[in-house]
């Protein structure tokens, strides 16, 4: 039975929820109604300039590894109008939790301006989901695009997933070789260090919109505490400097389904699990009940 003083929270919980639904229904509509006016396609504009550039930081908006820099003559050969489809086509891929994630102003908002976080997402949901092949995607894509918000997901692995230390060794030396070889190493450093623009930047919805650069060391203390503890979702969004809309997506790890990884939390599980016995109704004077 609900206690009387909790049912001010309980509606204050819900009114909270409707809100966040009714703004979100409201900006997901009106992200269709710019892309319906001839709006979007911002970055997969970044994509086309940049594969046209020799030196991709001659473009500003470039933050990736020079290495994924060549890589988008194929990405943007696949086109605008397939990139969006397939980002449509990857939502069963989550099973229920695709249809909140597809009806999400952040998956909207990437659909919109044409990156490919999207498809990020899928490959850290099922490394988060302990599959070993995008684990080690993942990873690849870290070094390839080393956003913040994917920092600790890249961390868990390392520190959780100790197979995945000599794959990732091989694959940064591998990645810094061909940084090097590239030449623009030294530009890319500069621009990763650069991220006042991104802070003050009007898509910015982050703590950091309103407290500028004090919410960095708050982010990576609060995103610490949230790796530790598996919150690897919220932990993802705390990391960042910076949080553009399409970033939100990330929050949705927390919503997958998480396997046992280790004997050290298998053996909580269990020992959590023997003293519910007990407080179900199955203690001892139920033994002669139990099958054996």
């Known amino acids: 039975m ?10 204050a919980l819900i009114g909270a929820v409707a809100a966040i639904a009714l703004l979100n229904a409201s900006l997901v509509l009106g992200t269709i109604r710019y892309m319906a006016s001839g709006g979007g396609g911002e970055d997969f504009g970044t994509f086309l300039r940049v594969a046209g550039l ?10 990736w590894s020079p290495v994924a820099a060549w890589g988008m003559p ?17 939502l069963p ?24 976080l999207t498809f990020v997402l899928v490959v850290a949901w099922f490394a988060w989901r302990g599959n070993r092949v995008a684990m080690v995607a993942f990873l690849i894509l870290t070094l390839l695009m080393p956003r ?10 390392l520190w959780k997933e100790p197979w995945t230390r000599l794959p990732f060794g091989a694959l940064f030396t591998v990645h810094a070789g061909l940084v090097l070889v590239s030449g623009y190493g030294g ?8 991220i006042s623009g991104e802070l003050t930047h009007q898509a910015n919805v982050g703590p950091s919109h309103w407290i500028g650069v004090a919410w960095v060391p708050i982010g990576i203390a609060l995103a610490v505490w949230l790796t530790r503890r598996g919150k690897i979702g919220l932990a993802s969004l705390a990391a960042s400097p910076y949080l553009f809309p399409y970033y939100l997506l990330f929050g949705a790890l927390e919503l997958a389904p998480h396997p046992l990884r280790d004997d ?3 053996a909580e599980a269990v020992r959590q699990h023997l003293h519910a016995v007990p407080a179900a109704g199955l203690g001892p004077e139920a033994e002669g009940q139990r099958p054996t």
Do not use: E, H
């Open 2 to 11: 609900t206690l009387p003083a909790w049912r001010p929270l309980r509606w």
């Open 54 to 63: 020799a030196n991709p930081f001659d473009y500003g908006g470039w933050r």
């Open 74 to 90: 194929a990405l943007i050969g696949l086109g605008l109008p397939v990139l969006t489809a397939l980002k449509f086509g990857v």
């Open 93 to 116: 891929l989550f099973g229920w939790r695709g249809l909140l994630i597809g009806t999400s102003w952040p998956f909207w908002f990437d659909v919109a301006a044409g990156n490919i």
């Open 148 to 157: 913040p918000i994917m920092l600790p997901l890249a961390a868990w692995l």
């Open 187 to 194: 530009d890319w450093i500069g621009r990763l260090l650069a």
């Open 264 to 266: 050290a939390d298998l």
